[in-house]
């Protein structure tokens, strides 16, 4: 593939379609409202998750192609399956430095309602590939 955005496979999130805030599916023209899902990722935008519906083409453990919805370099949160889930549109988040210096993790971000829990996501590029 040429020209896709990449990015980590576990920031890929399946959303039900109807439970999508009203000003998503407004501004995105990726939505088929005709599904009862669609793909999406979270974009950190500030200091607040924004839930972006993404096209998708291929797909690993590790990577997957993003073919429209994401441009080069935006933070897209990255985490274990439980804490996306729980994450929601504009949500507030936190950069916290890792330590790490490899990687494609910079940081991670903690999401407010997660908080208590410990929930912790990584914050990742996306890349051009």
């Given at each position: ?73 935006e ?51 996306a890349?051009?590939?």
């Open positions: 593939l040429e020209d896709v955005i990449v990015v980590p496979s576990q920031a890929i999130v399946d959303r039900r379609v109807d439970d999508l805030p009203k000003k998503v599916r407004d501004e995105s023209d990726l939505i088929d409202e005709g599904r009862t899902f669609t793909r999406a990722v979270f974009v950190r935008d500030g200091e607040q998750a924004s839930l972006r519906p993404v096209r998708i083409a291929a797909s690993n453990l590790r990577r997957t192609a993003v073919l429209a919805g994401l441009e080069e370099g933070e897209v949160i990255v985490g274990p399956f439980r804490s996306l889930q729980g994450l929601n549109h504009e949500t507030s988040v936190r950069l916290r430095d890792t330590g790490e210096d490899e990687g494609e993790a910079e940081g991670e971000a903690l999401a407010a309602d997660d908080a208590d829990e410990g929930a912790t996501d990584s914050v990742a590029d890349e051009g590939g």
